[in-house]
């Protein structure tokens, strides 16, 4: 039995009542979100966020490797607090457990595909596949329209889960008594959340603790990722430095940030710098897809935590040269009209969770 569940595909179709949580665990906080169907609209139930820095005697705002028993005792407390009720979930793997590529194969229609996909698998996955469980779809070609076609030529997606990080989970999700739920990784979470029907190719830049991704979806499968050290805990650690103050200083100087405050631009400048590279790179890497797909994309979501600083989609924008825009992902569930200011404020932070929750009501 695939324990992924088709990591590629949607999760069965699932018409009950009951809620579903979607858990997103990072490298600095650990997020839920829980998703109802109440009258045939998938409305948010309850949500929650845990710093996961103090569990591991760090500070707020760091990345931290927990143990089995902070890990445990972190997600207790997250759904606890956040009063979460369901007792079914859908768990989205950190991309460091995880192994995500494109790759291109010559073969035939009548070939046997599968054992091609392995043999490359086994070139270009950084483990044993005796070590990881693997998936694969094969995705719309990506090529200028003035280019030959290829009939053989066939675009496959390979995305791995290691099988440590699988038993790993299984067991912390048993501890609060939920059995096996379906595991998919972070990129697929993300892309559901934003995804809209009437667009056929998007980039989505997800701002973490530790890393900046870009992913490139078309038609709702990922075609391109990218992953760079750049995120949020790095930033903070930066502007200790060019600030002189203390790591948990700078991580509160960083969330109180006020653009009317006189150290607001030096605040900027150092978080700012932390992304320069990142933010290079992923533009050339739109523009020479654009380029080979003959498209252009109308804009580039952002989302994450890292977002949320004031000015990164103006500074995103300046860097790439096109349009921004500041993620919500839950406009795509129902909620109080009273938390509009707030969901938006926090969406981007919720977006892998959201979309989590969301593989079950495809």
């Not at 007792?87 to 054992?115: C, G, H, Q």
């Not at 995305?159 to 059995?179: D, H, P, T």
């Not at 349009?323 to 109080?336: G, T």
Request: aromatic share 8%; with cysteine; hydrophobic share 40%.
């Amino acid at each position: 039995m695939n324990l992924i569940n088709n990591i590629l595909s949607s999760f069965h179709h699932d018409d009950s009542s009951s809620g579903v949580l979607g858990i997103d665990i990072g490298s600095s906080s650990m997020k839920v979100v829980e998703l109802q169907e109440r009258k045939g609209v998938v409305t948010l139930s309850t949500y929650g966020e845990v710093q996961l820095g103090p569990y591991a005697g760090k500070q707020i705002g760091e990345s931290v490797i927990l143990d089995p028993k902070q890990e445990q005792e972190a997600l207790v407390d997250v759904i606890r607090e956040s009063a979460v009720k369901a007792r079914s979930a859908v768990f989205a793997m950190p991309l460091s457990s995880s192994f995500v590529t494109n790759v291109s194969i010559e073969a035939d229609a009548d070939a046997d595909l599968a054992a091609m996909v392995r043999v490359e698998a086994r070139k270009v996955i950084p483990a044993s596949l005796s070590e990881v469980t693997l998936d694969w779809a094969e995705v719309e070609a990506v090529k200028n329209t003035k280019e030959k076609s290829d009939g053989n030529r066939r675009d496959i997606l390979i995305a791995s889960i290691q099988n440590s990080a699988l038993e790993r989970f299984k067991i912390l999700m048993q501890f609060v008594g939920i059995e096996q739920p379906p595991t998919e990784i972070e990129c697929f979470s993300a892309i559901r959340s934003l995804y809209a029907n009437n667009e056929p190719d998007i980039a989505v830049i997800d701002i973490g603790a530790i890393s900046t991704k870009l992913y490139i979806a078309r038609k709702g499968l990922l075609m391109r990722m990218y992953r760079i050290r750049a995120g949020g805990a790095i930033a903070t650690k930066r502007i200790s430095e060019v600030l002189e103050v203390s790591f948990d200083k700078a991580e509160e100087m960083k969330y109180a940030a006020n653009k009317q405050d006189a150290k607001f631009s030096d605040l900027k400048r150092a978080h700012n710098s932390s992304y320069d590279r990142a933010f290079r790179e992923f533009n050339q890497v739109l523009r020479e897809y654009e380029q080979k797909a003959a498209t252009k994309f109308s804009a580039v979501y952002v989302s994450g935590g890292g977002a949320l600083f004031p000015g990164t989609d103006s500074y995103l924008k300046e860097s790439l040269g096109r349009e921004v825009i500041l993620v919500n992902p839950f406009s795509k569930v129902a909620y109080p009209a009273f938390m509009e200011d707030t969901m938006r404020t926090i969406g981007p932070s919720f977006t892998v969770a959201l979309g989590a929750a969301l593989r079950v009501f495809e």
